[in-house]
């Protein structure tokens, strides 16, 4: 099946400086990438949704100027929290999808981003 | 709007008895119908999807769910639990309301096998 990576897998930083997450599809592109959080025992929140080379586009009371996101290529997406603080420490998991015969309902995720800041 | 609920926060079977997880949903027309399992520390992993056709659904690691319309439900069922399939089960849901690209999410459902 098609596989999805996330680096880094943890990540401890101090408040107030900026974290990068990158996601990859590895063996398909994909058009449209999904940004999760997940606390603690918790279903996954979408944060947002992002199809290459344009805005991506947040749910409602998701902050677009602290979470970052760049859809610049078909197999990569990038999600910077920008002034961390402690209150977004949390899981955080990309998601893609494929555009195609057999794929268009399918999304695969990846295997996280545990951010804890200090 | 689309919704899902998933009414047991954790349900516990001893290993080799049959285990169901339950699920149903609330959409505007044909639901497109997931479960995913999450391991600690880890992401989702698909185990199967209803999209149409059969309405009983065989997935992964030897996991069925059947689609029932009436009872707006998606059951997850095994015939003979594992303690390795002990995990965080997730339901999810499409629907026309979203134009069937936003997946959403139930709370999840603990399922502990002892051996």
């Known amino acids: 099946g098609a596989v999805v990576s996330q680096h880094p897998s943890r990540v401890i930083c101090k408040s107030g400086t900026s974290v990068k997450i990158e996601c990859r599809s590895l063996?398909?592109?994909?058009?449209?990438m999904f940004w999760y959080r997940q606390f603690p025992k918790q279903s996954l929140m979408l944060m947002a949704t992002?199809?290459?080379?344009?805005?991506?586009?947040?749910e409602q009371g998701v902050e677009k100027d602290k979470f970052l996101i760049n859809h610049a290529s078909l197999t990569l997406s990038t999600l910077t929290v920008t002034s961390a603080h402690p209150e977004d420490s949390s899981f955080y998991i990309c998601?893609?999808?494929?555009?195609?015969?057999?794929?268009?309902?399918?999304?695969?995720f990846g295997p996280g981003t545990r951010l804890t800041v200090t | 709007a689309q919704s899902v609920a998933q009414p047991e926060d954790q349900v516990n079977v001893a290993e080799g008895n049959p285990l169901t997880v339950k699920c149903t949903y609330s959409?505007?027309?044909?639901?497109?119908l997931f479960w995913y399992v999450q391991y600690p520390n880890r992401g989702l992993q698909f185990l199967l999807k209803?999209?149409?056709?059969?309405?009983l659904v065989k997935g992964s690691y030897g996991f069925e769910a059947e689609f029932n319309k009436s009872q707006t439900s998606f059951h997850l069922k095994k015939p003979s639990a594992l303690v390795s399939d002990s995990a965080l089960y997730f339901c999810?849901?499409?629907?026309?309301?979203?134009?069937?690209?936003?997946?959403?999410f139930g709370k999840g459902t603990m399922l502990l096998v002892s051996p």
């Open positions: 959409v505007s027309g044909n639901p497109y």
């Open positions: 998601s893609a999808r494929a555009e195609g015969a057999g794929d268009l309902y399918e999304q695969y």
């Open positions: 063996d398909f592109q994909a058009t449209t």
């Open positions: 999810a849901v499409r629907d026309k309301s979203s134009g069937y690209s936003t997946l959403t």
């Open positions: 209803y999209i149409t056709g059969d309405n």
């Open positions: 992002s199809n290459e080379g344009s805005k991506a586009t947040y």
